[in-house]
């Protein structure tokens, strides 16, 4: 057996086979069988499509295969640096070029109504200098301003966190970048800011 488990979630179990992913969307005991069965084949349906959506614009695992009946997606393995393992380890100077190349695809991607649904660093992965987004199981199709910034919130929050010694000076970065695109992206970063605001006053 070949196969080895590299990280176990919630939604799914993820090997790697030699140079392959496995993600196996895993069997919820809570639900109703058949429920289950339905909700797990559509999110494999769902992850498959925006996956390959996305691949014409950005980089991602390219599918290898997609199976709705045993709820498994196989697609390549990117063999790179994951960005919330190794981001704080790298110069500052390398650490501002990677913030860049990340809006470069979050801004290809919003732009053709992309939402990642979990945009952190832990979802991406550089590899030969060049940003890899991966696991869009939470990502939908969406022409709202409001999804786009909760991907950003995500972000910045993912940043605050996990490479706080220098957080305001990348999200900066992110910010100028992804603003001086065009109206869309100045309008998604002014509703940022009204979903920070709620976020504040749930706490």
Known sequence: ??????????????????????????????????????????????????????????????????????????????????????????????????CKKITENI???????????????SNMILKNNEVYFIDFGLGFISHKFEDKAVDLHLLKQALEAKHFENYEILWKIIESEYKKQNQDTKTTLERLKAVEKRGRYKH
Do not use: C, W
Request: hydrophobic share 35%; proline share 2%.
């Open 1 to 98: 057996m070949t196969q080895k488990i590299i990280q176990q979630g919630a939604e799914a179990i993820i090997y790697l086979d030699k140079n392959k992913i496995i993600k196996d969307r895993v069997k919820k005991s809570y639900r109703i069988k058949e429920l289950d069965e339905k909700i797990r084949k559509l999110r494999t349906r769902s992850e498959t499509k925006i996956l390959k959506k996305a691949s014409e614009i950005i980089l991602v695992p390219k599918i290898i295969g997609s199976d709705e009946k045993t709820k498994k997606i196989t697609m390549e393995f990117i063999d790179g640096e994951k960005l919330s393992e190794e981001l704080n380890n790298f110069p500052l100077e390398k650490q501002k070029k990677v």
């Open 107 to 121: 801004i290809k991607i919003h732009d053709k109504n992309i939402i990642h649904g979990d945009l952190t660093t």
